[in-house]
């Protein structure tokens, strides 16, 4: 990725441009087609009480990402850095793991794209995917290819965000009983919610918005408050997204409509809004797709540039190869796409403690790491807990993620 910020070449407009597009590479990843499918299928299966599911990723979310920036961000170091700089050797472990986990995701996210052509041009979804990856090839090999991406993510999630929004006025969907079942659920799955936690925050989406930051040179101490405010504006952006799209899918839900199997997200949004909702949600679920398609990619192959100078000079066309072995497996695999992105939501959601674990060491015991900044001791708390949870939650969903695959 040619580099367009530091203390040399970068201007505040520049870096205001770089931040505002970390904000929403993380909060596009966290709301792409994995999120969107899997909403659905466990929309369906648990109705109101998944609203429970979606509180507590939402909860475990703000206690991983202001954690995530703030050690990234005031150190100035990636996540694998970090990791070897804890334990020599760990940061490839991370890496390994983060790059496999993007892998399969990216693959899901291209599934997202074809899903949401198919829907809006009648493609056929081997044709679909292969021309999303085209386009998000296209955007790395642009010259400025950070801004362009900067540039990308921000208004295709302005566009979804504004989509969805639409799409859940028209559903209808039942709010107050999905705001009770958010605390006092009928049913609790713990497959749904280590799979939406993975889609939303597990495996690359983790560190997608924190590596941009090191990327774009917004680091340091004397960086914080920016960082903060960059960390909580994505946090907002997925927490909004997240129930907005719930509803519109509730709603279709709570009326007795019985949605098709084979793109069922497509006929929640043409039950609710005609051809024009099933458009919409054409746009929506290409533009979720896009966007993290380019955020797998981007974030993925910044865990490789850091091991040896020649990955930082040849970042774009690692990107591009990533992108390109993504919509190679794509095309061969013969797994639907809907259970692809359940599938790799799942997955992430077991890599999440591993990376995350070694952050909040950091955190906790090399603050030489962290420039000497006093670590917030109400931060690490809140870190931790949500790292139990995910150990935990991740254990319990080792079986559900074995009948997916089958």
Do not use: C
């Not at 910020?5 to 993380?26: E, P």
């Not at 560190?207 to 405010?229: F, K, M, N, Q, W």
């Amino acid at each position: 990725m040619a580099t367009e910020s530091g203390t040399a070449t970068g201007s505040d407009k520049v870096k205001r441009g770089a931040l505002l597009g970390a904000v929403f590479l993380m909060a596009t990843s966290a709301i792409g087609p994995g999120f969107i499918t899997q909403t659905t299928e466990f929309t369906v299966q648990l109705g109101a009480a998944f609203a429970f599911a979606i509180l507590i990723s939402i909860l475990v979310d703000i206690a991983v990402q202001l954690n995530v920036w703030r050690v990234i961000g005031v150190s100035g170091l990636r996540a694998q850095d970090l990791g070897n700089r804890v334990l020599p050797g760990l940061g490839y472990v991370i890496a390994a793991l983060v790059v496999f986990g993007g892998l399969v995701f990216n693959v899901g996210n291209i599934a997202g794209t074809s899903l949401g052509l198919d829907a809006l041009f009648g493609l056929e979804v081997k044709i679909g995917g292969g021309i999303s990856a085209l386009v998000a090839i296209g955007i790395f090999l642009s010259r400025r290819a950070g801004v362009a991406m900067d540039r990308v993510v921000v208004a295709l999630g302005v566009l979804m965000i504004g989509m969805t929004v639409y799409a859940t006025i028209v559903s209808g969907p039942p709010v107050g009983e999905a705001l009770r079942q958010s605390v006092l659920p009928e049913d609790i799955d713990f497959l749904a919610i280590t799979t939406l936690i993975g889609g939303t925050v597990g495996g690359y989406i983790t560190y997608a918005g924190a590596h941009r930051l090191v990327d774009a040179g917004i680091t340091g101490p004397e960086r914080v408050a920016r960082v903060s405010r960059g960390s909580v504006g994505a946090l907002l952006l997925t927490g909004v997204m997240r129930w907005v799209l719930f509803l519109a899918i509730l709603g279709v839900i709570a009326g007795g409509y019985v949605l098709g199997e084979a793109n069922p997200t497509a006929d929640a949004f043409q039950h609710a809004g005609g051809e024009v909702g099933l458009r919409l949600f054409g746009i929506i679920l290409w533009a979720a797709g896009i966007t993290s398609v380019i955020g797998a990619s981007y974030t993925s192959v910044s865990f490789l540039v850091t091991f040896t100078p020649a990955f930082q000079r040849r970042r774009n066309w690692l990107v591009v190869g990533f992108v390109l072995v993504s919509g190679v497996l794509f095309l061969i695999l013969n797994q639907a796409p809907t259970t692809l992105l359940v599938l790799a939501g799942a997955l992430n959601g077991l890599i999440l403690p591993v990376g995350f674990g070694v952050l909040l060491w950091v955190a906790l015991r090399r603050g030489d790491l962290l420039g000497g900044y006093r670590y917030p001791r109400w931060l690490l708390a809140i870190g931790v807990a949500a790292w139990l949870l995910t150990v935990y939650l991740g254990a319990n969903s080792l079986g559900g993620i074995a009948d997916l695959w089958n």
